[in-house]
């Protein structure tokens, strides 16, 4: 009962949160102030009223439409609510699930920590989606409290058990993930530069990586990294297959894929599921 009533409660807050991150990045990009004026339709500026702000139930009594001007509302606003609402009660379920639920300091920062990553990562998987943008104002606070996060919980381990080596050594690896989980995007920047004498991926996706790195450890970072190529490489071949694609290969070939957006998705399903992945990889490969 416990374990259901945490999950439906860590949902409903992510619904909650999903609604503050749909003003933020509606208005972010614009330069707006995510504090001022209050919710609104964009296209004909009437403040929305506060049945009008309910994450998801809103959007389906209006149908998708403004009452006052009948503008389409983008699927962007319940698909965001939606993701963080189902990822956060998974968040739960799963912790509960776990055998640290006795130790509350550790439970309580591993969950928040991992509801802080998967918001950061919901939030840059939309900005270059639709921007092509990976803001700093997201990554590098990422980084930091990734890198924040981690370290909590190794003292709150070191606490309660026995840790195979030294703080100071497991610090050292934290930073160590960081810095070699960007270094991968570095080098592939760099290699395609050599090639091709222009730029491919951007610093925004090192500084991404690094903060995947920072939170869920190499291993977790790489795992990221595997997820989100797949998935790019899948969304492109079926990009090509589209017929107006296939007309005009030139625009195509040289059109910018939202490389931070797959890297996101697959550093959700890494911070909710990795270590299962990591594990039945490991058994199948035989190490």
């Given at each position: 009962?416990?374990?259901?009533?945490?999950?439906?409660?860590?949902?409903?807050?992510?619904?909650?949160?999903?609604?503050?991150?749909?003003?933020?990045?509606?208005?972010?990009?614009?330069?707006?102030?995510?504090?001022?004026?209050?919710?609104?339709?964009?296209?004909?500026?009437?403040?929305?009223t506060?049945?009008?702000?309910?994450?998801?139930?809103?959007?389906?009594a209006?149908?998708?439409?403004?009452?006052?001007?009948?503008?389409k509302?983008?699927?962007?606003?319940?698909?965001?609510?939606?993701?963080v609402?189902?990822?956060?009660?998974?968040?739960?379920?799963?912790?509960f699930?776990?055998?640290?639920?006795?130790?509350?300091?550790?439970?309580?920062?591993?969950?928040?920590?991992?509801?802080?990553?998967?918001?950061?990562?919901?939030?840059?998987?939309?900005?270059?989606?639709?921007?092509?943008?990976?803001?700093?104002?997201?990554?590098?606070?990422?980084?930091?409290?990734?890198?924040?996060?981690?370290?909590?919980?190794l003292?709150?381990?070191e606490?309660?058990?026995?840790?195979?080596?030294?703080?100071?050594?497991?610090?050292?690896?934290?930073l160590?993930?960081?810095?070699?989980?960007?270094?991968?995007?570095?080098?592939?920047?760099?290699?395609?530069?050599?090639?091709r004498?222009?730029?491919?991926?951007?610093?925004?996706?090192?500084?991404?990586?690094?903060m995947?790195?920072?939170?869920?450890?190499?291993?977790?970072?790489l795992?990221s990294?595997?997820?989100?190529?797949?998935?790019?490489?899948?969304?492109a071949?079926?990009?090509?297959a589209?017929?107006?694609?296939?007309?005009?290969?030139?625009?195509?070939?040289?059109?910018?894929l939202?490389?931070?957006?797959f890297l996101?998705?697959?550093?959700?399903?890494?911070?909710?599921?990795?270590?299962?992945?990591?594990?039945?990889?490991?058994?199948?490969?035989?190490?």
């Amino acid at each position: 009962m416990i374990r259901i009533l945490g999950t439906v409660l860590a949902g409903l807050l992510g619904l909650a949160f999903g609604s503050f991150l749909n003003v933020c990045l509606s208005r972010w990009p614009e330069g707006e102030s995510i504090v001022t004026p209050r919710s609104h339709c964009r296209n004909c500026s009437r403040t929305l009223t506060w049945w009008e702000n309910i994450p998801l139930v809103s959007w389906l009594a209006l149908r998708g439409r403004c009452r006052t001007c009948k503008t389409k509302i983008s699927w962007r606003y319940p698909l965001v609510e939606l993701s963080v609402g189902v990822t956060w009660a998974c968040v739960a379920w799963n912790t509960f699930d776990s055998q640290l639920i006795f130790f509350t300091n550790l439970v309580l920062v591993r969950v928040v920590g991992q509801c802080v990553l998967i918001w950061l990562l919901v939030a840059l998987a939309v900005l270059d989606a639709e921007h092509l943008w990976l803001p700093d104002k997201l990554t590098w606070p990422g980084i930091f409290l990734g890198l924040l996060s981690s370290a909590m919980q190794l003292l709150l381990v070191e606490r309660f058990f026995t840790a195979d080596h030294g703080l100071l050594y497991a610090i050292g690896m934290l930073l160590g993930s960081a810095a070699l989980a960007a270094l991968l995007i570095l080098a592939i920047r760099w290699t395609y530069w050599l090639v091709r004498r222009r730029e491919g991926i951007g610093l925004g996706d090192a500084k991404l990586m690094a903060m995947l790195g920072a939170w869920l450890g190499l291993s977790g970072a790489l795992l990221s990294f595997a997820i989100g190529v797949v998935l790019g490489a899948i969304f492109a071949l079926v990009a090509l297959a589209v017929p107006a694609a296939r007309r005009e290969s030139n625009t195509w070939l040289a059109a910018k894929l939202p490389l931070g957006t797959f890297l996101c998705v697959g550093g959700i399903i890494s911070a909710l599921w990795g270590r299962p992945i990591v594990a039945a990889y490991m058994r199948w490969a035989g190490l």
